[in-house]
Nanobody
Framework: QVQLVESGGGLVQPGGSLRLSCAASQISISAYQMGWYRQPPGKQRELVAVITSGPSTRYADSVKGRFTISKDNAKNTVYLQMNGLEPEDTAVYYC???????????WGQGTQVTVSS
């Protein structure tokens, strides 16, 4: 059974930093496009950042220059370094793995990030 387990969320003040981790099991992240998505309160889930098997990266305009996605294939783990956090970044953050086929798609359970003074 494929599992994506996120960790690293929490409460942080505006301007602060957090690093999220997503540990994968039963898949090799080197063969997947890995992504971070978020769902703010009362809003739809949105893309934050993705990293391909290449690897190449892509970011939402709202996080460019502040967030960095990376991965460690040996640890089968994807990271999201978040700097300069703003209250608008408050959301549940989800890890996603997308394989070659549409059905080959997996989600983690999510981790809460709250940015507040």
């Amino acid at each position: 059974q494929v599992q994506l387990v996120e960790s690293g969320g929490g409460l942080v003040q505006p301007g602060g930093s957090l690093r999220l981790s997503c540990a994968a099991s039963q898949i090799s992240i080197s063969a997947y496009q890995m992504g971070w998505y978020r769902q703010p309160p009362g809003k739809q889930r949105e893309l934050v950042a993705v990293i391909t098997s290449g690897p190449s990266t892509r970011y939402a305009d709202s996080v460019k220059g502040r967030f960095t996605i990376s991965k460690d294939n040996a640890k089968n783990t994807v990271y999201l370094q978040m700097n300069g956090l703003e209250p608008e970044d408050t959301a549940v953050y989800y890890c996603n793995a997308q394989g070659t086929f549409r059905w080959d798609n997996y989600w983690g359970q999510g981790t809460q990030v709250t940015v507040s003074s």
